[in-house]
């Protein structure tokens, strides 16, 4: 409880920061940006996204989008969608969160904070933040790959795996990743930050 009210102590103090010195901005984009700095944070250093950051984001979305949907006069202060793009945008990425930790073995709280997301901007730019955050992700795992067994031995590596039955690929890449030397896992809400600054921001 402590740690939300500080998550939204800050989420408050960043956006009078931000409307002071530059151009009025979302209360729900601002948001978005502490929750990802914060869960970026705790994913690096602990290896968790804990429960107290996801749910606060959901349950923040849901009242900002709520009060804009309520409103006579909709204003782009406080939410950037309304309570039924919240709706769809929870459950979309939600969904999206659980088939793609069912394919890379990600934690709970990757998907949670997925969740959050698309509850934050909706499904359309929750499913681009998802996908270049992937992609993200896969361009710096198959460089260090590249870069760690050369490029002859990659080319054959990638070619074996392709080669090989599909029901064995998670083990090949898993023997990919211990022979480049490489964690079996890497924080995803680094690049979720990163993809979620591009869509939403660029």
């Not at 990802?36 to 944070?41: C, E, K, N, R």
């Not at 909709?74 to 769809?88: E, N």
Request: glycine share 8%; with cysteine.
């Amino acid at each position: 409880m402590i740690y939300s009210a500080a998550l939204g102590f800050a989420c408050l103090l960043a956006w009078l920061i931000t409307s002071f010195f530059m151009a009025e901005v979302p209360l729900s984009l601002v948001m978005l940006l502490v929750l990802l700095a914060t869960a970026t944070a705790t994913d690096c250093w602990d290896r968790k996204i804990y429960n107290w950051t996801t749910y606060f984001g959901v349950c923040f979305a849901g009242v900002a989008s709520l009060i804009q949907s309520l409103r006579q006069t909709p204003t782009s202060l406080i939410a950037t969608v309304t309570f039924p793009d919240y709706v769809v945008g929870l459950g979309v990425c939600f969904a999206v969160g659980l088939i793609a930790q069912a394919f890379t073995h990600g934690g709970a709280g990757d998907v949670k904070l997925k969740a959050a997301i698309g509850a934050l901007v909706g499904f359309q730019d929750g499913l681009w933040i998802i996908a270049w955050a992937y992609l993200l992700a896969g361009f710096l795992a198959a460089s260090a790959i590249f870069f760690r067994l050369g490029p002859r031995r990659t080319f054959w590596t990638i070619f074996a795996i392709f080669r090989g039955n599909g029901s064995r690929l998670n083990a090949q890449l898993n023997q990919v990743a211990s022979s480049a030397r490489l964690p079996s896992a890497i924080p995803m809400a680094p690049f979720l930050a990163i993809a979620g600054v591009i869509v939403v921001f660029l």
